[in-house]
Structure formats: C-alpha cells, structure tokens
T-cell receptor, first 112, second 115 residues
C-alpha cells in the first residue's frame, strides 16, 4: 500500500508559532497532496507537489517532498487559531486510475 | 463552499430503515467518489464513478448501494445498516480519474448514526 502516514497524530502550539507535520508513504508516487479538514466538515485541498518537485509554497504553507525518503512535510508559519483543523496527506500513484490514498491525519490545535 | 453539496447533513436511522444520501457537484467534473470517515481511522474510499460508470468498489458490503444517474449526482442507498456503519460519509468530485494530478473537491459530509 502507498498509504500516507502523518506524524505526529496530534500537535498543540501557541498562536504565532510554526507548525510542522510530516507524512511518510511506501511506494512510488506521481504527486502528494495535503488537505485540511475542519471538525465534522469535508476536506479542502491545500497544495499539490509533484514527484519531480522538492519544495512548494502557498501563502503561509510550505511543503517539501523527499522521494528518496518517501516523505513530505507541511509547514504552517505564524499559525493562527483559525488554522486549528486536521491535516491529511494523500498520495497519487503513477497509474492514472489509481485513487488517492489518504493517511490518518494530524490534528492541529492552535491556542490563542 | 467547494461546489459539492451533500444532503442530509445529519441522519439517524434504525438498523431496519432504508435511507439515501445525496451528493451534487456544480463543478462540471466527471468523477465522483464516496468515502467513509470513522473516528481514528484513515479515510476509506468506498466507490468511484467516472463518466457515470463505476470504476471502483472497495469491497463495500452490499448494504451500501451507490447510484450515479449523471456526472453531477451521486447517491448512496442504505439498508439494513449496522451500528458500526455510523460515520461521516463524504462525497468528492474531480475532473476525471484518469489523470493523477487532479485534486478532489469534497462536500461537507453526512453524519450518519445507526441505532
């Protein structure tokens, strides 16, 4: 399975601090995506990084990908209370019809 | 709003009831998905439809029956459910299934409780 595994399972930080979440996977991928989910709601796509990319930025988000280690990290800088949510990585295989595989997620709590 | 709506948002049903979940996407996508999300478990893919054809059935019990009448609508018919089927059921859509870098757009989910 190419399932992503996020680490840590839960993270609690103060507002203004940076939050780093990690994702590891098992097989080769076409791309890796990060999603966010507010409690009891649907997932929202944050950012996609392709297997030939090493780093990508979007606003306060920074994603890195290390295909040699089969791992990715999501960094949220200058966190806000509104960033409190669960964050999931999802991997897409090289075969076009392979569905996304989601990890269990990291629950981030940002305390004001 | 992501352009994907789900109804109802909450559903409580007995084990002998029959109910249906509805999903509608307004994004012009051709692929639609049902996921099950239980506490402390990874998101579980249930069914995938691409251009109205089912392309994935992830060993889902027959008490869950999907229906995709067109590319914009997806239903999940429920009957004779078990308490362990209580979960958040999420619908998603994407442009198609054939390209790996398409992202998925999720609805808000239906919180299902089976008594």
């Amino acid at each position: 399975s190419q399932q992503g595994e996020e680490d840590p399972q839960a993270l609690s930080i103060q507002e203004g601090e940076n939050a780093t979440m990690n994702c590891s996977y098992k097989t080769s991928i076409n791309n890796l995506q990060w999603y966010r989910q507010n409690s009891g709601r649907g997932l929202v796509h944050l950012i996609l990084i392709r297997s030939n990319e090493r780093e990508k930025h979007s606003g306060r988000l920074r994603v890195t990908l290390d295909t040699s280690k089969k791992s990715s990290s999501l960094l949220i800088t200058a966190s806000r209370a509104a960033d409190t949510a669960s964050y999931f990585c999802a991997t897409a295989g090289n075969s076009g019809n392979t569905p996304l595989v989601f990890g269990k997620g990291t629950r981030l709590s940002v305390i004001a | 709003e992501t352009g994907v709506t789900q109804t109802p948002r909450h559903l409580v049903m007995g084990m002998t009831n029959k109910k249906s979940l509805k999903c509608e996407q307004h994004l012009g996508h051709n692929a639609m998905y049902w996921y099950k999300q239980s506490a402390k478990k990874p998101l579980e893919l249930m069914f995938v439809y691409n251009f109205k054809e089912q392309t994935e059935n992830n060993s889902v019990p027959s008490r869950f029956s999907p229906e995709c009448p067109n590319s914009s609508h997806l239903f999940l018919h429920l009957h004779t459910l078990q308490p362990e089927d209580s979960a958040l059921y999420l619908c998603a859509s994407s442009q198609t299934t054939g390209v790996p870098d398409h992202t998925q757009y999720f609805g808000p989910g239906t919180r299902l409780t089976v008594l």
